[in-house]
């Protein structure tokens, strides 16, 4: 059966004209490595079908070699945005979140439950290796199914059982499973993709199997490992590239291992796309990630120390960041956050406190939690009315999209907030008004922040006015982020601000899982997130019943076969999710400052922004970014 996976996946790997496969010109970068025979040509370095980047049918201008472009990033951690950035994946988004081959030069999908990737000729790791479906033996073996290093990703689970994995021939592999698994090419398409090949030619010597003992207990030794587990872990991170000698497949590799201030990534020799005129990708040479304090980069980056920079900005830094293009050759953009709320509101189901449990898990009380907010006014003084008030939902962008999703108690009605709060038995008073709590304590909402936003402290302020004239007090606690979510999952945290749902422009293919406990940095429900994570070994099952059939129907979706029935899911999982309120959603729509240096050309000017789908800058291909003139 053909489907239109499978056509796209054909039509999206054009072959290459023979003109082209010849072109020669190299990047003046590798000059004096190719002077010295440490490079092939470029000729040899490419695959036999590249992936053509028609830079020009993007409505933007095919480039230049060469550059270096800074920018600034909070933490060591951060040099995955580099990954996130350089998306390459074997089958990843376009600007139309289609799914299209990258590293694959094809592949097939039989009822969503066979699928055939047929790999490049000649493609090659940063290193010079192959890639070859050994690459993806590896993984699936001696990785993911090894006893003591894997665990098995939920996405290449279905009904408890993983695919049959088979070598084809010398260039294609395939994954079998006994039912549907639509969400196996979504997944590989994400921020964070499931890995399925990793340079084994490389990693075989930190793995038992492949390697004589005593030269592993020196391999461990070397680099202060206590277990050969956690040294293959170390040095196959292929999301957070903290090893410089591990091989990618990305544009651009790091050179530096950490810890350090400054991480170089430089391009990778031997990328797999080219653009129309012949020239290998990326067009820039090199990228310099600056470690900074989070707080000052918006800072920094206003004083042109940045050349691309959206990590650790937002809408309060435009005005500062806008008055810097008068001082600087910088230029600043909005692009709209794809975050079904830009800041939520979280009622931790799982919380430990026997007393506030049972009303957060009582929909009376969340939904008087919402309809107390006046998010007209919170528009208004924090996003100057630019933002949209709006449930923590899918946005207008998104297919699955309806009104009364974006709309579920929404409403300032301070009278009926107060009615649902006495129905739902706070209905006793002490003498300033707050509502006391069954023990006889006052309802006093303690909300927790990583402390990352002043959006969110000025958000707060007026949340606190909003709900203390229905009776509530409410508190701040701030922490840093790791002991926040580990507060979190102990059930030490009462309610928690962050962001809404990352992806809030999804098609009705894309797996429903952030509508239902299935991780657990979910801050509702982070103990029912950790037991889906874990197929049931920890945390708990779902015991509110419509959170469990949240569970229920994504479950439904993961056997489903085409588009309209995966639409009809996801419906009765926006319509579940909002009206319960599991999550407050404020306003969304709101707006990304992006700075860039004068001289970056091919950057859009207005795009969506946001971690999963686009991957950030990912989908809008940084690889086709470049340096001109100042203008």
Known sequence: MITRRTALGVIGSALLPGTLRAADREPEFFKSQLDEGKLPPVAERMPRMPRIVKVASMGRQPGQHGGTVRTLIGSQKDIRLMTIYGYARLVGY???????????????????????????????????????????????????????LGGVDTALVVDGKGPTFEIVDPLTVRYTWH??????LPKLAAPQALSLAVPAAYLRQFHKKHQDKAKLEELMKQHKAKKWTSLHIRMARQYRPENPDLPTLDPWRNTVKPPAEQFVFERNPFFHRVDENGLQL?????????????????????????????????FTDYAFLKDAEKRYPVKVSLWKKTLGSRIALLPNQNAGDVVWRPLLRDVRVRRALSLAIDRREINMAVFYGLAKPSADT?????????????????????????????????????????????DGRPAQIIIESAGESTLETDVLELVADHWRNVGLALFIRTSQRDVFRSRALAGEIMMSIWSGIDNGVPTADMNPGQLAPTADDQLQWPVWGSHYLSHGEIGEAPDVPEAAELVRLLKEWRHTVTTPERAAIWHKMLSIYTQQVFSIGIVNATQQPILATTRLRNLPKEALYGFDPTCYFGVYMPDTFWLGEET
């Open 394 to 438: 899918v946005l207008p962008e998104s297919p699955l999209f309806r009104p009364e999703y974006a709309q579920a108690w929404i409403e300032h009605d301070p009278a009926q907030a107060n009615a649902l709060l006495d129905e739902a038995g706070l209905n006793v008073r002490d003498d300033d008004g707050i509502r006391i709590l069954p």
């Open 179 to 184: 039912a549907p698994n639509p969400d196996f």
């Open 282 to 314: 990326p067009y820039i040479d090199r990228f310099v990630l600056n470690v900074s304090s989070s707080s000052i980069i918006p800072a920094k980056a206003g004083a042109g120390e940045s050349d691309l920079q959206a990590i650790n900005l937002d």
């Open 94 to 148: 376009d600007e139309t979140l289609t799914l299209q081959p990258d590293i694959l030069e094809s592949f097939t999908s039989e009822e969503d439950r066979v699928f055939t990737f047929r790999l490049r000729e000649g493609h090659k790791w940063s290193d010079g290796s192959p890639l070859t479906p050994e690459d993806f033996r590896y993984c699936w073996e001696d990785v993911i199914n090894d006893e003591d």
